[in-house]
């Protein structure tokens, strides 16, 4: 299922070498789909569609699983009133979710591998969701949390969205962005900064509905991606204070306060579908991107955040479409991240480019009846640190009934040892959704099936790729200057980074700005690339230089040295480190 890369589906389309090389000029092609199913005879004839995705809300995270404190009453009713998954997984953290939700496919085909460190980088050439639906006539918009490359040619503004109202990394105050607030945060509005006023939860929501109502003559496809309820827990004291006043801690008080805020946003949001009469042919889904980060209600499933235990993976998702889903239902099957995007595409009557090879299955059979089943199909979870997947290196495989969980608790190893036993355990959900008895002695058939099942999934996605992530893009008229941030973008092994993934577009003379934090003693600026390192001498308080640079891909590394010093290694979330890097010619 190999996909093809940026200058092969740019030639299939019709755009060959020689206007490729021309792309510094040019703007980049537009996806083509094939004719027969872009579009609907008329664009009233398919669904608005709005995703909302939480960050870092699990299970138990709302009234309508159990939970006994937290206050969701819009989100309980949406539940109530239309589909409820109770078995719907995700990735045990954020990118990989979200990377798998834009393209219907395993993240580690994208090039996501996780979270930061060079991780979060999804390869320009993997055709969204966006870009589907905005080629087949949709209005497209982001607001809030992309997480899948701040640079071109990885950038929301890249992959398919006409507006977007975004942060970078994987959150807000996170470098590079940092330092900054949930309060009136600094944002992107495409590839420009800009400064809200707000809360950011309210400011995304209030910006997707001001794009809905300016493009309501067209289909339109919102993702609304909150950074919300993930941490810095940032949020007004009148959020916070009815569960302090419950006795919850603060911690938790306050992740239900943002998690609260979500919820009344949902609530002004189908409100104004409501009003505006677009509520019954809008496709409104709600999800999570993994179990919570903090010790809490879990409606009694084991694990939260990085596990592949069902707290971990297992996320409320809700779903509804009043003119065609029926409402007021369960859904028992069990359906994943990796299914929205077919889903999407089914209802919206978009049909994906011939080559793109989607691994998740379209739900809408199976929710309109017409089916009364998903089929048996084993799903399989995994991620972990460092930038090279292992096989079974925190990972699931959950099927039907059964549910294989392979080295619980190695999230944060960034390889497995490889003179230790590999662990392998056995859960049947059906009869112990809360992954109390381990089967694993009792059952080795079973065991070897999901096994084998495993072990062609991983052979599949990492003949992908082979688990690369993504490269930035240098000397693109698209982005000029490039700020290469070394937390989250370059390469790590362990805490040690070893250079940015690049593809220099255009040969010629690139100045190098390097942050230095506090530091401003004279030295020499080092930059290496092909095998072949430069230097030149910086003065005091000297932060840049000019270095040449051949066209072609390669590992970007770029230091200080100062005299008679070992090299600074910055390891911490700050900006110390970055590189910006403008093209001059």
């Known amino acids: 299922m190999a996909r093809p890369t940026r200058r092969s589906f740019l030639r299939s389309i019709g755009l060959g070498a020689g206007a490729w090389a021309a792309a510094c000029r040019h703007q980049p092609a537009e996806l083509s789909l094939p004719e027969a199913s872009a579009r609907a005879d008329a664009p009233w ?23 006994p404190d937290i206050r969701t009453p819009h989100l309980d009713r949406f539940a109530k009133d239309g589909l409820d998954f109770t078995r719907f997984y995700c990735c045990p953290v954020c990118a990989p979710t979200r990377a798998g939700f834009m393209t219907g ?102 910006a997707a509905r001001e794009f809905m109502a300016a493009h309501r003559d067209r289909p339109f496809f919102v993702y609304l991606a909150t950074n919300a309820p993930h941490t810095p827990l940032e949020i007004a004291q009148e959020y916070v204070a009815p ?46 991107d993994n179990g919570p980060q903090q010790e809490r209600y879990t409606a009694n499933l084991r694990g939260r955040k990085a596990s592949v235990y069902e707290g971990g993976i297992r996320v409320p998702c809700f779903m509804q479409w009043p003119a065609v889903l029926p409402g007021k239902c369960e859904v028992e099957a069990a359906a994943a991240h990796i299914d929205l995007a077919p889903t999407i595409l089914e209802a919206c ?11 998740g299955i379209s ?94 999934w991983y052979d599949d996605v990492k003949a992908t790729r082979n688990f690369e992530p993504g490269w930035i893009h240098l000397g693109s008229p698209f982005e000029n200057p490039v700020t290469l941030c070394r937390f989250q973008d370059q390469a790590h092994t ?59 891909n390669g590992l970007l590394r770029v230091w200080m040295q100062r005299p008679g010093k070992p090299v600074d290694l910055a390891t911490n979330n700050d900006t110390t480190g970055d590189v910006t890097v403008r093209f001059l010619g």
């Not at 330092?179 to 929501?205: I, K, M």
């Not at 220099?504 to 934090?517: A, K, M």
């Open 45 to 67: 004839d398919r669904p608005n569609v709005i995703v909302i995705l939480t960050d870092d809300q699990g299970y138990g995270d709302v009234g309508a699983h159990g939970n």
């Open 105 to 206: 496919r395993y993240h580690y085909r994208t090039g996501v591998i996780h979270t930061a460190r060079g991780g979060a980088k999804m390869h320009g050439a993997e055709v969204t969701l966006a870009e589907m639906l905005r080629a087949s006539g949709y209005a497209t918009g982001l607001f809030g949390k992309w997480h899948l490359g701040d640079n071109y040619p990885m950038r929301p503004q890249d992959q398919g969205f006409d507006a977007c109202l975004w942060h970078k990394a994987g959150g807000i105050g996170q470098s590079p962005d940092n330092p900054n607030s949930y309060l009136n945060p600094r944002l992107w509005r495409g590839g420009e900064p800009v400064q809200a006023q707000g809360y950011c939860t309210d400011v995304f929501f209030d």
């Open 243 to 288: 569960y302090a006043a419950k006795g919850l801690d603060d911690t938790t008080a306050r992740v239900y306060g943002m998690i609260t805020n979500i919820d009344d946003n949902v609530g002004r949001l189908l409100d104004w579908l409501e009003r505006e009469g677009l509520r019954d042919n809008t496709l409104v889904i709600f999800f999570g």
């Open 349 to 359: 009557k978009t049909a994906p480019p011939p080559e793109t090879a989607l691994d």
């Open 363 to 456: 739900l809408l059979p199976l929710l309109r009846g017409k089916t009364k089943a998903c089929p048996d199909r084993p799903l399989v979870l995994q991620c972990h640190r460092g930038l090279s997947p292992g096989r079974y290196h925190n990972a699931a495989v959950v099927a039907a009934r059964y549910k294989l969980v392979c080295n619980p608790g190695t999230f944060e190893r960034e390889h497995l040892e490889a003179d230790k036993a590999q662990v392998f355990e056995l859960y049947d959900l059906d009869q112990d959704p809360g992954e109390q008895q381990n089967l694993a002695a009792a059952h080795p058939d079973t065991v070897g099936a999901l096994r084998a099942a495993y072990d062609a």
């Open 494 to 552: 362990g805490e040690r980074p070893r250079g940015w993934p690049v593809y220099v577009e255009c040969g010629g003379v690139y100045e190098f700005t390097l942050d230095r934090g506090g530091s401003t003693d004279a030295g020499t600026l080092h930059a290496a690339f092909q095998d072949n390192e430069m230097v030149r001498v910086l003065g005091d308080g000297e932060r840049s230089a000019l270095f040449t640079l051949p066209e072609g």
